[in-house]
Protein backbone atom coordinates (compact mmCIF):
# COMPACT_ATOMS: atom_id res chain seq x y z
CA UNK A 1 0.00 0.00 0.00
CA UNK A 2 1.46 3.73 -0.98
CA UNK A 3 1.88 5.83 1.38
CA UNK A 4 3.14 9.93 1.17
CA UNK A 5 4.52 11.19 3.94
CA UNK A 6 5.10 15.08 4.21
CA UNK A 7 7.67 16.60 6.29
CA UNK A 8 9.40 20.30 7.36
CA UNK A 9 6.02 22.06 8.37
CA UNK A 10 6.02 24.53 11.61
CA UNK A 11 5.89 28.06 12.43
CA UNK A 12 7.92 30.48 10.89
CA UNK A 13 8.33 34.71 11.05
CA UNK A 14 6.92 36.27 7.80
CA UNK A 15 9.93 36.65 5.49
CA UNK A 16 11.95 33.57 6.50
CA UNK A 17 11.60 29.98 4.53
CA UNK A 18 10.39 26.92 5.15
CA UNK A 19 11.09 23.46 2.83
CA UNK A 20 8.45 20.95 2.75
CA UNK A 21 9.66 17.40 1.73
CA UNK A 22 7.42 14.13 0.58
CA UNK A 23 8.09 11.03 -0.02
CA UNK A 24 6.31 7.87 -1.09
CA UNK A 25 6.67 4.74 0.66
CA UNK A 26 5.11 1.11 0.25
CA UNK A 27 4.73 -0.97 -2.57
CA UNK A 28 6.63 0.46 -6.07
CA UNK A 29 4.54 2.99 -8.32
CA UNK A 30 5.37 5.50 -10.56
CA UNK A 31 4.00 8.84 -10.53
CA UNK A 32 3.30 10.92 -13.51
CA UNK A 33 2.27 13.95 -11.26
CA UNK A 34 3.60 14.89 -8.01
CA UNK A 35 2.69 18.19 -6.24
CA UNK A 36 1.52 20.60 -3.33
CA UNK A 37 -1.90 21.52 -2.29
CA UNK A 38 -3.08 23.76 0.65
CA UNK A 39 -5.74 24.37 2.13
CA UNK A 40 -5.70 27.37 4.71
CA UNK A 41 -9.16 27.61 7.31
CA UNK A 42 -12.08 28.05 5.94
CA UNK A 43 -11.37 27.82 2.14
CA UNK A 44 -10.93 24.96 -0.33
CA UNK A 45 -7.86 23.20 -0.73
CA UNK A 46 -5.87 25.03 -3.64
CA UNK A 47 -2.54 24.08 -6.25
CA UNK A 48 0.22 24.99 -4.94
CA UNK A 49 3.01 24.01 -7.38
CA UNK A 50 3.22 20.69 -9.63
CA UNK A 51 5.95 18.64 -11.06
CA UNK A 52 5.65 16.33 -14.23
CA UNK A 53 7.80 13.54 -14.46
CA UNK A 54 9.12 15.32 -17.87
CA UNK A 55 10.61 17.97 -15.19
CA UNK A 56 7.81 20.66 -16.43
CA UNK A 57 6.23 22.53 -13.01
CA UNK A 58 3.42 24.54 -13.18
CA UNK A 59 3.04 27.00 -9.83
CA UNK A 60 -0.15 28.93 -8.37
CA UNK A 61 0.24 32.84 -9.36
CA UNK A 62 0.53 33.93 -5.37
CA UNK A 63 3.39 31.94 -4.89
CA UNK A 64 5.87 32.45 -8.33
CA UNK A 65 9.04 34.04 -7.71
CA UNK A 66 8.92 32.44 -3.81
CA UNK A 67 8.53 28.59 -3.88
CA UNK A 68 10.35 25.91 -5.77
CA UNK A 69 9.35 22.52 -6.34
CA UNK A 70 11.50 19.76 -7.09
CA UNK A 71 11.05 16.04 -7.19
CA UNK A 72 13.14 12.81 -7.34
CA UNK A 73 11.75 10.80 -10.02
CA UNK A 74 13.42 7.57 -9.10
CA UNK A 75 13.01 7.50 -4.79
CA UNK A 76 9.27 9.03 -5.37
CA UNK A 77 10.26 12.36 -3.40
CA UNK A 78 8.90 15.65 -3.97
CA UNK A 79 10.04 19.13 -2.26
CA UNK A 80 8.85 22.57 -1.85
CA UNK A 81 11.49 25.14 -0.68
CA UNK A 82 8.81 28.11 0.60
CA UNK A 83 10.93 31.64 0.72
CA UNK A 84 9.59 35.05 1.71
CA UNK A 85 7.14 33.52 3.07
CA UNK A 86 3.89 35.96 3.58
CA UNK A 87 1.45 35.40 7.09
CA UNK A 88 -0.95 34.24 3.76
CA UNK A 89 0.65 31.12 3.12
CA UNK A 90 -0.73 29.91 6.44
CA UNK A 91 -2.05 26.34 5.80
CA UNK A 92 -1.76 22.90 5.60
CA UNK A 93 0.24 21.68 2.48
CA UNK A 94 -0.68 18.52 0.97
CA UNK A 95 1.66 15.83 -1.04
CA UNK A 96 -0.52 14.52 -3.69
CA UNK A 97 0.98 11.98 -6.08
CA UNK A 98 -0.86 10.97 -9.04
CA UNK A 99 -0.12 7.59 -10.53
CA UNK A 100 -2.53 5.42 -13.86
CA UNK A 101 -4.70 4.10 -11.55
CA UNK A 102 -5.73 6.61 -8.78
CA UNK A 103 -4.13 9.76 -6.74
CA UNK A 104 -2.65 9.64 -3.18
CA UNK A 105 -2.29 12.49 -0.70
CA UNK A 106 -0.59 12.67 2.22
CA UNK A 107 -1.58 13.81 5.81
CA UNK A 108 -1.04 17.29 5.36
CA UNK A 109 2.02 19.36 7.14
CA UNK A 110 0.71 22.75 9.54
CA UNK A 111 2.67 25.88 7.95
CA UNK A 112 1.67 28.79 10.23
CA UNK A 113 3.35 32.00 9.37
CA UNK A 114 3.31 34.93 12.06
CA UNK A 115 3.29 38.37 10.80
Known amino acids: QVQLVESGGGLVQAGGSLRLSCAASGSTVSFRLMGWYRQAPGKQREMVALANSDGSTNYADSVKGRFTISRDNANNIVDLQMNRLKPEDTAVYYC?????????WGQGTQVTVSS
Open 96 to 104: QGVATIRDY
